[in-house]
């Protein structure tokens, strides 16, 4: 073959190649699907991208121009650069990191669930083993997780309502009060980010007629107890969507009993998460209920309480003189919101979103801690209720829109700066 040859088949080889992958482009260019998973990643890069930056700068000045507070003093990030990057390391994120390395060595952390210590475990030993490594894991990992939850959520509010919904949703997640969580080691990113895979594996089981996706629901409503007791609710809209799918009158005939069955059995998965947990502590502690108890003996929290009762607790210590004042009304308004949100907006989600939201309200109130200060931590607890979130987004009221972000922003940035001066914020 001469050299004009090899040259001419050379050249033939590259444009087939450069018109196949024309092509390719071509044909996910039309598929609606990878429209819409491009615009999510685009929308949920910049929202995460934005949030993130914003986080970092207000680390910057909360620990270095912020007169010292509490016995600190003031930071320079600059010259030091490690005291600065663990501005974040406070509260429970020495629970998971001790669980992570240690395991469960005593009662108290078993009121921790294992998914999130579990997965701090390998990046953590990498990073080189240490409390500081297993804490860069954590917050690693929470950005990761809440990066992905941002892709699902757009998705699942895209798909209900239309994209500017979607992206309003994304904002009012990423830069929601308490949105801190989100970047700190805390299990929160982690759950929301598994409770919103379960609705998106919910939706695709109706509209893809999926048995393989109601497993997948169910899976992940198992591994979603396993991060937090709360994911138990999951059997909640699993079972409200079995039922419109599969049984109501005008769907009842259009699927066959073998289709029913095979789309129940996975709800199962979504208890026996906990009960997989109970059975570790059973073998390795001697008491299943033992993630309970611990709560109610080194936690100090009451035991299975009526919600009327607590919202009653926490009326009475607002008129009580001490310093708790202020955190119980904070406290009182971050229930009262979602609770107002549903009120008024809940036409406007699907009822499985309703029911889920009043269930994760609701199991907040249940378990008091004690009762000068009953719903501690029931702010950062009302940030997962994304169905809440989605009605808010939906309303599209230039008024309402502004009036929202003048409340929101400044809370946001106020929480932060109080976090990494080590005050209790939820």
């Not at 018109?19 to 390719?24: I, M, N, V």
């Not at 701090?120 to 929470?142: E, M, Q």
């Not at 979603?224 to 009158?249: A, C, D, E, M």
Request: hydrophobic content about 55%.
């Amino acid at each position: 073959m001469s050299i004009e040859d090899a040259s001419e088949l050379r050249e033939q080889s590259e444009h087939s190649a450069k018109k196949e992958e024309e092509e390719q482009e071509i044909i996910l260019n039309k598929n609606p699907i990878m429209i819409t998973l491009k615009t999510a990643l685009k929308e949920a890069g910049w929202i995460f991208v934005l949030s993130r930056v914003v986080i970092l700068l207000l680390t910057y000045l909360g620990v270095s121009i912020i007169p010292a507070t509490k016995n600190l003093f003031s930071i320079n990030c600059f010259t030091q650069t490690r005291a600065c990057a663990i501005s974040w390391m406070h509260y429970d994120v020495f629970s998971y990191v001790d669980i992570a390395m240690h395991g469960y060595v005593n009662a108290r952390a078993t009121a921790f669930f294992p998914l999130f210590p579990f997965l701090l475990r390998v990046p953590g030993a990498l990073l080189g083993g240490s409390v500081v490594d297993y804490y860069i894991a954590g917050i690693v990992l929470s950005n990761i997780f809440f990066f992905i939850a941002l892709i699902v959520l757009y998705l699942l509010v895209e798909d209900r309502f239309d994209a500017s919904v979607a992206r309003t949703t994304l904002f009012y997640t990423a830069f929601a009060p308490y949105a801190l969580f989100f970047f700190v080691g805390y299990t929160e990113a982690l759950f929301l980010l598994l409770c919103l895979l379960t609705f998106f594996f919910l939706n695709q089981a109706i509209q893809r007629q999926s048995i393989l996706s109601w497993w997948l629901a169910g899976f992940c409503g198992f591994v979603t107890v396993l991060s937090r007791s709360q994911g138990l609710l999951l059997v909640i809209p699993y079972l409200v969507v079995y039922v419109q799918h599969f049984f109501l009158p005008q769907t009842f005939s259009n699927s066959k009993w073998s289709e029913k069955v095979l789309a129940f059995v996975p709800i199962a998965l979504i208890p026996l998460g906990l009960a997989t947990y109970m059975f570790y502590l059973w073998q390795t502690k001697g008491d299943a209920w033992l993630f309970s108890e611990s709560q109610i003996l080194y936690w100090g929290r009451l035991p299975l309480t009526s919600p009327l009762v607590t919202i009653g607790y926490v009326i009475k210590a607002l008129f009580v003189p001490t310093s708790l004042q202020v955190l119980n009304v904070i406290n009182i308004v971050s229930l009262l919101i979602p609770i107002f949100g549903l009120i008024i907006g809940w036409k406007r989600i699907p009822l499985h979103y309703t029911l889920f939201a009043i269930a994760l309200i609701l199991f907040t109130t249940l378990y008091p801690l004690g009762k000068a200060n009953a719903l501690t931590s029931v702010p950062r607890f009302m940030l997962v209720v994304f169905p809440t979130i989605i009605v808010f987004a939906s309303i599209k009221n230039t008024r309402f829109e502004k009036a929202y972000l003048v409340f929101m922003l400044p809370l946001f940035a106020l929480n932060i700066l109080l976090f990494v001066n080590h005050f209790w914020v939820a």
